[in-house]
């Protein structure tokens, strides 16, 4: 079944320790993205990536890291996360110049 | 600054009823525009897009209507159902990329 992944589902953690929420996609996609979902604010792209060891900045990419190691693989990571960055998490892949984007089931943070 | 304004934020309309959504847009560079549906716990899927060289799309009881000249396009579900309640994005994006811009989102809720 072609699905994108996310673990952890739901995470609760304290300011300042660092923490990561993996992506996986079977789909051989070379676009992944995250994005944040906040109430009334819709989505909002945190950093994407268009192929292996290729990323960039989104619109909201402060106190957040990536990397893409593996084609399939594309981890988010909080060195120091903050109570700001409470929030459902989603990870999304696609193929390269469509806006048809796959979203996993999202990771739901809260920061204490 | 949101480039992309979706409203309402929720909206209750009777089963058979017709939901409608709009969204206005800043960036006359955009020139895909989808729709995303989201049910509670899982992540946004592809609903229905369309392109700015056509005023209208219909797909089976959706229907995006699209004014270019006012930047503005909408969602019409017709005979609404209870399987309709979700949360509904609009999106823009240049279609050359992967790159989408959301809406803050439209909470709908069908009631039997």
């Known amino acids: ?112 | 600054q949101q480039q992309v304004k979706q409203s309402p934020q929720s909206l209750i309309v009777q089963k058979g009823g017709i939901s409608i959504i709009n969204c206005a847009y800043e960036n006359t560079a955009f020139d895909y525009f989808p729709w995303y549906q989201q049910f509670p716990g899982k992540g946004p899927a592809l609903l229905i897009a369309i392109r700015p060289d056509v005023s209208e799309k219909k797909e089976g009881r959706f229907t995006i209507s699209f004014n270019k000249s006012a930047k503005q396009f909408s969602l019409h579900i017709m005979d609404s159902q209870p399987g309709d309640s979700a949360t509904y994005f609009c999106a823009a994006a240049k279609a050359a990329g992967n790159k989408l811009t959301f809406g803050g989102g439209t909470r709908v809720l069908v009631k039997p």
């Open chain 1, 1 to 112: 079944e072609a699905q994108v992944t996310q673990n952890p589902r739901y995470l609760i953690t304290v300011t300042g320790k660092k923490l990561t929420v993996t992506c996986s996609q079977n789909m051989n996609h070379e676009y992944m993205s995250w994005y944040r979902q906040d109430p009334g604010l819709g989505l909002r792209q945190i950093y994407y990536s268009m192929n292996v060891e290729v990323t960039d900045k989104g619109d909201v990419p402060e106190g957040y890291k990536v990397s893409r190691k593996e084609k399939r693989n594309f981890p988010l990571i909080l060195e120091s996360p903050s109570p700001n960055q409470t929030s459902l998490y989603f990870c999304a892949s696609s193929l390269p110049g469509s806006v048809n984007q796959y979203f996993g089931p999202g990771t739901r943070l809260l920061v204490l």
